[in-house]
């Protein structure tokens, strides 16, 4: 079981990604802005972070530069619709350029977004467990 943190502005998505991927056994904690999910990490450890880029109060890549610095080893996936100044695709090579592990475009496919939840798990484990038998 992972601890997951879900922060998207619009309440529906919020509520689907929670109940999607509690089903998959994961503790799940949501905000509804970046300035809100950033005060959850500096109290709660997460392995990932799920976050929109395009949100009030502190956007997802001030969300994602906030968590690289202060907890490198959460991971992260992003995902937008875009705005009406910067296409999606922009945004989600921005965020990946930041350190964002995975970035999925709006509308969700939330297949593909559990599907990536589990690779960045797995690969967050994976590292961790590697780390463990060089020490």
Not at 16 to 31: F, G, K, M, V
Not at 106 to 132: C, I, T
Request: hydrophobic content about 45%; proline content about 3%.
């Amino acid at each position: 079981m992972s601890r997951i943190l879900v922060i998207d502005d619009q309440p529906h998505i919020r509520t689907i990604i929670h109940e999607l991927l509690s089903y998959d056994n994961h503790q799940i904690d949501c905000a509804e802005n970046g300035k809100i999910g950033l005060m959850l990490i500096r109290r709660q450890n997460y392995d990932l972070v799920i976050t929109d880029v395009i949100m009030p109060e502190r956007d997802g890549l001030e969300v994602i530069k906030a968590i690289k610095t202060d907890f490198p080893d959460t991971r992260i996936i992003v995902m937008t619709g875009g705005a009406t100044r910067i296409d999606a695709e922009n945004l989600l090579g921005m965020a990946n350029a930041m350190g964002a592990d995975r970035a999925l475009l709006k509308p969700l496919d939330f297949m593909k977004l559990q599907a990536a939840v589990r690779e960045v798990l797995d690969s967050a484990y994976q590292s961790h467990n590697q780390g463990v038998a060089h020490a």
